[in-house]
């Protein structure tokens, strides 16, 4: 990781701190400004845009200077030490931007629009789920109370039966005693001791009630889904951008593993280079440890969970 410090006049003055990694270069102005950042050196040109005095974008060379066109056209430029065709090249390329700026403000506002539409979207889902799991729950907890009290209610009756029942003279029990004059017949019981041998013989039986609860939950909630392959990943879920501060006009989808627990993070990100593709998988940052090819930048998520970046352009 390789750091330059480059002073800005023209107008108006800053500190850029350029900071390069893995062919990115990031960059931060200090006072912070907006526009469009032309890096320069001997081995090519780049471009970034700042948002916020904030920048990233690819760069396999070492600049020597860099040009910022402000969103009013205006140029702040340094550190090219002397190298005249290099400032000239930097400064004209900075210049060309301009035909090009109102098509990228568009865009980026429209991103950032269908963003915040998405996340608004998902946080009303997310109260709708809540206040549905909170209604399910009380109906559930109802339903037990009810049937709970039907149990004991049905235990007591029971209690009080055995309590009231006499041996017969005959030495038949209780519950096959014969009437009076029905001799050669088999013996009967009576309408109470008939309901309660139904009632004892269905132990796992379940109220209308109760079912109706159930079936309403799967219908909501919906059922696990059984993947094909033990490693085909999930439907995508749409999340809250992990990263507003690197990637503001981004949006993201967390991608599940079914029945292990491990899942990935992938995000369409608009910058000034173009249109990119960012994995993020989970873990911590140990340095000298192995990781997955091509994940080489590590950041800490909205929620402090680490992450390891992948970054690929579109085409």
Known sequence: MLSKIIPLSGSGRGTLTITLFDGQARAVLRPPRDGTLILSGDGGMGQMALTEGKGEGGCSFAPRGAVLRLPDGALMQGGFGGAKALEERARAAALACTANAPEKKVQEDAWKKSTQEENARIKGSRAENAQAQSALGKSMQEERIRIEGAQAESARDQNAWGEGAQEDPDGFPPTVREEEGSAGQKPKEDKKRQEDRAFRSAPERQ???????????????????????????????????????????????????????????????????GEYTIYALPGQYVPGAMRAKGFTRFLRGRDGSGYWIKISKKR
């Open 207 to 273: 109220s209308e009630a109760l079912l109706a609860i159930l079936q309403k939950a799967k219908e909501f909630f919906g059922g696990p889904a059984e993947p094909t392959a033990p490693d085909m990943a999930a439907a995508n879920d749409a999340v809250l951008n992990p990263f507003p501060e690197e990637f503001p006009v981004s949006r993201w989808k967390r991608v599940d593993y079914p029945a292990t627990g491990r899942y990935y993070l992938t995000g369409e990100v608009l910058k000034a280079g």
